[in-house]
């Protein structure tokens, strides 16, 4: 998983897979996801993040680290 902040739209991407999206569909107001040929979900757009989210800390609880790869 992967996030990305693009400051110049105020949009956070968390990206849960490297497929490509093949539809996005928006499940709320400034908020899409985005899913592959198969259906599955990968990846979330959140549109004027920083009004939506504390963009100032990150946390992980439980995560299991001795599987997660480098990037």
Partial sequence: MKLHY?????????ELSAQ???ETREIASGFNADFDLAGNLVGLDIDGASGKLDLTTLETVSL????LKAA
């Fill in 20 to 22: 490509p999206s093949a």
């Fill in 6 to 14: 693009y400051p110049d739209t105020d949009s956070l991407y968390i």
């Fill in 64 to 67: 299991p680290f001795g599987t």
